[in-house]
Protein backbone atom coordinates (compact mmCIF):
# COMPACT_ATOMS: atom_id res chain seq x y z
CA UNK A 1 0.00 0.00 0.00
CA UNK A 2 1.13 3.33 -1.06
CA UNK A 3 1.89 5.70 1.98
CA UNK A 4 -1.16 8.23 1.61
CA UNK A 5 -3.36 5.75 2.02
CA UNK A 6 -2.72 5.37 5.87
CA UNK A 7 -2.85 9.30 6.08
CA UNK A 8 -5.12 9.34 8.57
CA UNK A 9 -7.52 12.68 8.35
CA UNK A 10 -10.84 13.65 9.19
CA UNK A 11 -10.75 15.42 5.02
CA UNK A 12 -9.47 11.97 3.45
CA UNK A 13 -11.98 10.04 5.48
CA UNK A 14 -14.58 11.65 4.38
CA UNK A 15 -13.51 12.41 0.45
CA UNK A 16 -13.50 8.47 0.46
CA UNK A 17 -16.64 7.53 2.34
CA UNK A 18 -18.10 9.90 -0.18
CA UNK A 19 -16.83 8.29 -3.08
CA UNK A 20 -18.54 5.38 -1.73
CA UNK A 21 -22.18 7.25 -1.67
CA UNK A 22 -21.68 8.30 -4.52
CA UNK A 23 -21.56 5.41 -6.09
CA UNK A 24 -24.38 4.40 -4.59
CA UNK A 25 -26.49 6.99 -5.32
CA UNK A 26 -25.29 6.51 -9.20
CA UNK A 27 -26.24 2.75 -9.09
CA UNK A 28 -29.55 4.02 -7.99
CA UNK A 29 -29.52 6.44 -10.60
CA UNK A 30 -29.35 4.03 -13.86
CA UNK A 31 -31.13 1.28 -11.93
CA UNK A 32 -34.38 3.91 -12.19
CA UNK A 33 -34.08 6.24 -14.67
CA UNK A 34 -31.46 4.46 -17.20
CA UNK A 35 -29.20 7.95 -16.39
CA UNK A 36 -26.73 9.25 -13.68
CA UNK A 37 -24.75 12.65 -13.70
CA UNK A 38 -21.63 11.92 -16.19
CA UNK A 39 -19.04 13.80 -14.59
CA UNK A 40 -20.03 12.12 -11.11
CA UNK A 41 -19.76 8.53 -12.91
CA UNK A 42 -16.82 9.58 -14.20
CA UNK A 43 -15.03 10.29 -11.64
CA UNK A 44 -16.22 6.83 -9.49
CA UNK A 45 -14.72 4.62 -12.77
CA UNK A 46 -11.27 6.72 -12.29
CA UNK A 47 -11.17 6.14 -8.84
CA UNK A 48 -10.65 2.04 -9.66
CA UNK A 49 -7.85 2.67 -12.25
CA UNK A 50 -6.24 4.69 -9.40
CA UNK A 51 -3.69 2.40 -8.15
CA UNK A 52 -0.37 4.53 -8.03
CA UNK A 53 -2.25 8.32 -7.10
CA UNK A 54 0.37 10.59 -4.99
CA UNK A 55 -2.82 11.26 -2.92
CA UNK A 56 -6.44 10.64 -1.60
CA UNK A 57 -7.48 13.64 -3.88
CA UNK A 58 -5.85 12.50 -6.49
CA UNK A 59 -8.49 9.40 -6.55
CA UNK A 60 -11.40 11.54 -6.54
CA UNK A 61 -9.88 14.66 -8.61
CA UNK A 62 -10.41 15.96 -5.41
CA UNK A 63 -13.55 17.35 -3.61
CA UNK A 64 -15.25 18.96 -6.79
CA UNK A 65 -15.12 15.25 -8.20
CA UNK A 66 -17.48 13.64 -5.07
CA UNK A 67 -19.66 16.69 -4.85
CA UNK A 68 -23.18 14.42 -5.60
CA UNK A 69 -21.29 12.17 -2.92
CA UNK A 70 -21.00 14.45 -0.57
CA UNK A 71 -24.51 16.12 -0.68
CA UNK A 72 -25.88 12.30 -0.53
CA UNK A 73 -23.79 11.74 2.97
CA UNK A 74 -24.67 15.01 4.40
CA UNK A 75 -28.17 13.99 3.72
CA UNK A 76 -27.82 10.74 5.29
CA UNK A 77 -26.15 11.92 8.39
CA UNK A 78 -28.55 14.89 8.89
CA UNK A 79 -31.17 15.28 6.44
CA UNK A 80 -34.80 14.61 8.21
CA UNK A 81 -36.39 11.02 7.22
CA UNK A 82 -37.30 12.59 4.09
CA UNK A 83 -34.21 13.64 2.62
CA UNK A 84 -32.43 10.14 4.11
CA UNK A 85 -32.50 7.47 1.54
CA UNK A 86 -32.60 3.84 2.67
CA UNK A 87 -31.92 1.98 -0.31
CA UNK A 88 -28.90 3.96 -1.03
CA UNK A 89 -27.62 3.28 3.14
CA UNK A 90 -28.58 -0.18 2.33
CA UNK A 91 -26.00 -0.35 -0.75
CA UNK A 92 -23.44 1.20 0.94
CA UNK A 93 -24.03 -1.13 4.49
CA UNK A 94 -23.86 -3.94 1.87
CA UNK A 95 -20.86 -2.63 -0.04
CA UNK A 96 -19.02 -2.33 3.69
CA UNK A 97 -19.78 -6.23 4.29
CA UNK A 98 -18.73 -7.39 1.34
CA UNK A 99 -15.31 -5.20 1.74
CA UNK A 100 -14.24 -6.91 4.79
CA UNK A 101 -15.35 -10.45 2.87
CA UNK A 102 -13.33 -9.56 0.45
CA UNK A 103 -10.39 -8.50 2.22
CA UNK A 104 -10.51 -12.01 3.82
CA UNK A 105 -10.17 -13.36 0.20
CA UNK A 106 -6.59 -12.97 -1.42
CA UNK A 107 -7.05 -14.92 -4.18
CA UNK A 108 -10.39 -12.80 -4.94
CA UNK A 109 -8.12 -9.89 -4.31
CA UNK A 110 -5.19 -10.74 -6.78
CA UNK A 111 -7.66 -11.16 -9.53
CA UNK A 112 -9.33 -8.00 -9.03
CA UNK A 113 -6.43 -6.17 -9.12
CA UNK A 114 -5.38 -7.75 -12.72
CA UNK A 115 -8.93 -7.05 -13.79
CA UNK A 116 -8.24 -3.69 -12.66
CA UNK A 117 -5.29 -3.62 -14.42
CA UNK A 118 -6.55 -5.25 -17.22
CA UNK A 119 -8.77 -2.46 -17.49
CA UNK A 120 -5.58 0.04 -17.12
CA UNK A 121 -4.55 -0.98 -20.13
CA UNK A 122 -7.56 -0.93 -21.77
CA UNK A 123 -7.50 3.04 -21.15
CA UNK A 124 -4.71 3.66 -22.36
CA UNK A 125 -5.71 2.59 -25.79
CA UNK A 126 -9.59 3.53 -25.04
CA UNK A 127 -9.91 6.50 -23.11
CA UNK A 128 -11.30 5.28 -19.47
CA UNK A 129 -14.80 5.95 -19.69
CA UNK A 130 -14.81 4.12 -23.22
CA UNK A 131 -17.93 1.17 -22.78
CA UNK A 132 -14.85 -1.64 -23.24
CA UNK A 133 -12.87 -0.26 -20.33
CA UNK A 134 -16.32 -0.53 -18.29
CA UNK A 135 -17.30 -3.95 -19.41
CA UNK A 136 -14.11 -5.01 -18.32
CA UNK A 137 -14.44 -4.07 -14.98
CA UNK A 138 -17.85 -5.20 -14.92
CA UNK A 139 -16.70 -8.71 -15.40
CA UNK A 140 -14.08 -8.68 -12.60
CA UNK A 141 -16.99 -7.33 -10.53
CA UNK A 142 -18.96 -10.39 -11.78
CA UNK A 143 -16.24 -12.69 -11.12
CA UNK A 144 -14.67 -12.03 -7.82
CA UNK A 145 -17.12 -9.75 -5.53
CA UNK A 146 -20.20 -11.49 -6.71
CA UNK A 147 -19.18 -14.43 -6.16
CA UNK A 148 -19.22 -13.48 -2.27
CA UNK A 149 -22.41 -13.67 -0.22
CA UNK A 150 -25.08 -12.24 0.27
CA UNK A 151 -25.12 -11.03 -3.48
CA UNK A 152 -26.24 -6.99 -3.42
CA UNK A 153 -29.53 -7.02 -5.29
CA UNK A 154 -30.08 -3.58 -7.19
CA UNK A 155 -33.59 -2.16 -6.75
CA UNK A 156 -35.24 -0.20 -10.17
CA UNK A 157 -36.56 -0.48 -13.54
CA UNK A 158 -36.61 -4.08 -15.47
CA UNK A 159 -36.23 -2.10 -18.32
CA UNK A 160 -33.19 -0.47 -17.36
CA UNK A 161 -31.31 -3.41 -15.34
CA UNK A 162 -31.90 -5.22 -18.49
CA UNK A 163 -30.01 -2.71 -20.70
CA UNK A 164 -26.45 -4.21 -20.61
CA UNK A 165 -24.54 -0.98 -20.95
CA UNK A 166 -26.62 -0.04 -17.91
CA UNK A 167 -25.90 -3.88 -16.18
CA UNK A 168 -21.87 -2.94 -16.74
CA UNK A 169 -21.97 0.84 -15.16
CA UNK A 170 -23.74 -0.28 -12.07
CA UNK A 171 -21.25 -3.49 -11.70
CA UNK A 172 -18.40 -0.94 -12.12
CA UNK A 173 -20.03 1.54 -9.76
CA UNK A 174 -20.21 -1.37 -7.25
CA UNK A 175 -16.35 -1.76 -7.45
CA UNK A 176 -15.71 1.78 -7.74
CA UNK A 177 -17.85 1.87 -4.11
CA UNK A 178 -15.76 -0.99 -2.62
CA UNK A 179 -12.12 0.51 -3.74
CA UNK A 180 -13.61 3.54 -1.66
CA UNK A 181 -14.17 2.12 1.09
CA UNK A 182 -11.21 -0.13 1.27
CA UNK A 183 -9.85 3.78 0.73
CA UNK A 184 -11.70 4.94 3.91
CA UNK A 185 -10.80 2.18 5.94
CA UNK A 186 -7.07 2.63 5.64
CA UNK A 187 -7.56 6.53 6.10
CA UNK A 188 -8.80 5.27 9.50
CA UNK A 189 -12.34 4.78 9.07
CA UNK A 190 -14.46 2.41 11.03
CA UNK A 191 -17.95 1.48 11.38
CA UNK A 192 -18.65 2.80 15.06
CA UNK A 193 -17.81 6.32 13.66
CA UNK A 194 -20.69 5.90 11.33
CA UNK A 195 -23.09 5.37 14.48
CA UNK A 196 -21.41 7.19 17.63
CA UNK A 197 -19.62 9.53 15.23
CA UNK A 198 -22.28 11.04 13.32
CA UNK A 199 -22.56 14.84 14.18
CA UNK A 200 -18.71 15.49 13.82
CA UNK A 201 -19.21 13.47 10.50
CA UNK A 202 -22.39 15.62 9.00
CA UNK A 203 -20.00 18.77 10.38
CA UNK A 204 -17.01 18.30 8.21
CA UNK A 205 -19.02 17.17 5.10
CA UNK A 206 -20.88 20.47 5.85
CA UNK A 207 -17.56 21.95 5.59
CA UNK A 208 -16.12 20.20 2.55
CA UNK A 209 -19.53 21.28 0.87
CA UNK A 210 -19.29 24.53 1.76
CA UNK A 211 -15.81 25.12 1.00
CA UNK A 212 -16.70 23.31 -2.81
CA UNK A 213 -18.99 25.48 -3.06
CA UNK A 214 -16.66 28.62 -2.82
CA UNK A 215 -13.78 26.84 -5.20
CA UNK A 216 -16.50 26.48 -8.26
CA UNK A 217 -17.59 29.98 -7.78
CA UNK A 218 -14.39 31.66 -7.34
Same mark, same amino acid.
Not at 15 to 24: D, T, V, Y
Not at 53 to 57: G, H, K, L, M, T
Not at 112 to 115: A, K
Given at each position: ?R?Y?????P?N?I??????????RL?QD?????H??Q???R?????V???D?????A???????? @?? /???? +????? &????? #???I???K????????????????????R????I????????????D??????????????????L??R???????I???N??N?????T?? @?? /?L?? +??L?R &????K #??QL???QRAL???????L?Q????S?S
Open positions: NELVIQTTRLALAGAFQAAVIAQTGCPDAFTNLHSLQTADNVEVFNGSQGV @LV /GLDQ +LHRQL &QGSKE #RRDQIAYVVSLLYLERKLWRRGDLLKVREGERAKQQSNHFGEHANVVAGLADTYVNTVSTKPILVNGEHHLSQDANRIRLL @LA /GRA +LVW &QCGG #RWIFRARDTARMASDTSI
